[in-house]
């Protein structure tokens, strides 16, 4: 009677005992072949929001480690996207160790081409903290406790991810796929979906099956320009340096005040390196940066720097732009169209500013300062007594002196210029 009964429930509920499907209509292909760092973050988190649902997410993966920090931030994207999640390690002769082999464990499948390697996560940092006993033992605890918990979510073994932690152990392809740290090997693409296809996975605690549709395509999605720049920017040995050279800058300036210049750079450069080492928000640092590159271009107007307050300031403001605006997936959305006309409009007025300060001192060759008049053209304004007038040259008003008698509106060419005096010496144009 009993298995009557099964029988009928399971008649009545079909779907009971099976997973249900989860339909792909893209496979989004992500690329990451550098260090962990936040531009690996913000990378990766901007493209999660600008690939659609039905999607199956594949990240190839080629690094050599990271910031642990940032590796955490990545596996808290990857649970939050509620999509599958692969990595693929690729191509041959790449690498998913240290933070790679981290991120790794929080993938829904993980696949790796012949002759690549993962593991060797043991901790290391630039510091003392963790050569300390305490120190490492708390950060590998740590992270030995991730991975168990990724991995029971994910249905694999602990034990050699541990050991890719306390002994730094690596695997080849063959030995991870033996040790059933991997789901699979995978020459190209098409090895990869073929071996996907139909694989069960468990989504928010549901069993889901893969399901391709044939019509399936492939979509690479590729780092912006600011994500590329602060790439370079975010590698712990360049963000070292430029914190360093940014704090020497800032202590020239208040050791030898108003230049501005040094002062100028080295807050750019500090703002550049805190952006760097997650000190600052990427979205908080790069708009310090646009309010910097701002100040500098008007501080250009009141100090004379001959264009390089000008050039800090472009700098800035462009980082800055490239950093905060990412299209469409952006924390604020904006055309690289209206960015790029902006950018534009800045330099052709920087560029016109020098064109007119070169021109002018190319007029002005073998005098001491080519800011002054000398050799300009002008017209007298007023005839204030004997000898002395009040004339206009170069949207100026200065006192002048003539041999000869003027009439106001009369056209004058500057001579000679006394600058401790502010006049200058003038005579009739013919």
């Known amino acids: 009677t009993l298995l009557y009964f099964v029988v009928f429930v399971l008649g009545l509920f079909p779907g009971i005992s099976r997973s249900s499907p989860y339909k792909i209509n893209e496979i989004s292909l992500l690329t990451v072949n550098s260090a962990i760092t936040p531009a690996t973050f913000d990378y990766i988190a901007q493209n999660f929001k600008a690939i659609p649902p039905s999607s199956l997410i594949v990240v190839k993966l080629n690094t050599p480690g990271g910031l642990v920090t940032t590796t955490k931030d990545i596996i808290t994207q990857v649970s939050r996207s509620n999509r599958p ?8 002769g790449a690498s998913a160790a240290s933070a790679g082999a981290i991120i790794a464990s929080a993938a829904h ?3 790796m081409s012949p002759a690549t390697s993962i593991g060797a996560a043991t901790p290391v940092g630039l510091g003392s903290d963790l050569k300390e006993s305490d120190g490492r033992s708390k950060a590998m605890n740590d992270l030995r406790a991730l991975v168990r918990s990724m991995s029971a979510a ?3 073994p602990a034990a050699p991810f541990e050991e890719m932690i306390t002994t ?4 080849t392809s063959e030995e991870a796929l033996k040790a059933k740290i991997i789901d699979g090997v995978a020459n190209n693409r098409d090895e990869l979906l073929g071996a996907l296809a139909g694989k069960s996975f468990k989504l928010e605690g549901v069993e889901r099956t893969l399901e391709l549709n044939p019509n399936a395509v492939f979509v690479d999605y590729e780092a912006s320009v600011g994500q590329r720049i602060l790439e370079v920017l975010a590698n712990p040995s360049t963000a070292y340096i430029l914190f360093l050279i940014g704090l020497a800058l800032v202590y020239i300036e208040f050791q030898a005040p108003g230049g501005y210049l040094a002062g100028s750079l080295g807050v750019l450069l500090v703002i550049l390196a805190g952006i760097a080492f997650q000190v600052l928000p990427l979205d908080w640092g790069s708009f310090g940066l646009i309010i910097l590159g701002i100040g500098l271009l008007i501080m250009e107007v009141f100090v004379t720097s001959y264009g390089l307050l000008s050039i800090a300031g472009i700098a800035a403001f462009v980082m800055g732009s490239l950093f905060l605006f990412h299209g ?4 604020i959305s904006i055309r690289y169209s209206v960015l790029v006309s902006t950018l534009a409009g800045v330099f052709t007025a920087v560029g016109i500013i020098v064109w007119i300060l070169y021109r002018e001192r190319k007029r002005s060759a073998g005098t001491k300062d080519f800011f002054l008049p000398t ?3 002008g017209k007298v304004l007023t005839h204030v007594h004997g000898k002395t007038y009040q004339i206009r040259v170069r949207g100026e008003i200065w006192k002048a002196s003539s041999e000869e008698p003027l009439l106001v509106g009369d056209s004058v060419e500057v001579i000679a210029v006394n600058p401790q005096e502010l006049s ?3 005579r009739k144009l013919t």
Do not use: H, K, L, M
């Open 424 to 426: 200058i010496t003038i």
């Open 328 to 331: 469409e997936t952006g924390f």
């Open 375 to 377: 050799g300009s053209a």
């Open 168 to 171: 730094a152990r690596s695997y």
């Open 85 to 92: 999640f692969v990595v693929w390690i690729t191509p041959e």
């Open 109 to 111: 499948f993980i696949y």
């Open 154 to 156: 994910r249905g694999r």
